[in-house]
């Protein structure tokens, strides 16, 4: 079981994330509705794995999980977004990213990218 920190700035889709890595027995640790609180959140609980929206007011997903990286080069974070941000995405794989999932997704897509970036 994995220690997770859910973040996106739309509560139904914490609340989708949340419900598929809960039945897939994880652990939500902490949540975060933009980058600023993320990089917070992931100081103060330091999760297992971290799953990041990129789209976000304030600071986006690629900026917060640069400053995550710097916190913590080993950090795993999943990017989870919307079709068509596939330039964000190169980048965010480039700055260590271990999987991406597409929003609107099947729950088992990310238990599935949750397993593969924590190597279970």
């Given at each position: 079981?994995?220690?997770?920190?859910?973040?996106?700035?739309?509560?139904?889709?914490?609340?989708?994330?949340?419900?598929?890595?809960?039945?897939?027995?994880?652990?939500?640790?902490?949540?975060?509705?933009?980058?600023?609180?993320?990089?917070?959140?992931?100081?103060?609980?330091?999760?297992?794995?971290?799953?990041?929206?990129?789209?976000?007011?304030?600071?986006?997903?690629?900026?917060?999980?640069?400053?995550?990286?710097?916190?913590?080069?080993?950090?795993?974070?999943?990017?989870?977004t919307a079709l068509g941000q596939e330039d964000l995405l190169a980048k965010a794989i480039k700055m260590g990213v271990k999987d991406f999932v597409?929003?609107?997704?099947?729950?088992?897509?990310?238990?599935?990218?949750?397993?593969?970036?924590?190597?279970?």
């Open positions: 079981m994995a220690r997770i920190l859910v973040v996106d700035d739309a509560k139904f889709m914490r609340t989708l994330v949340k419900d598929a890595l809960t039945s897939a027995g994880h652990e939500i640790v902490g949540e975060a509705e933009n980058g600023n609180m993320a990089v917070e959140q992931f100081k103060a609980l330091k999760p297992d794995l971290v799953t990041m929206d990129i789209t976000m007011r304030e600071k986006d997903g690629i900026e917060a999980t640069k400053e995550i990286m710097k916190i913590d080069s080993t950090a795993r974070v999943i990017m989870v597409v929003k609107p997704f099947p729950p088992e897509r990310l238990q599935q990218a949750a397993a593969k970036a924590l190597g279970i």
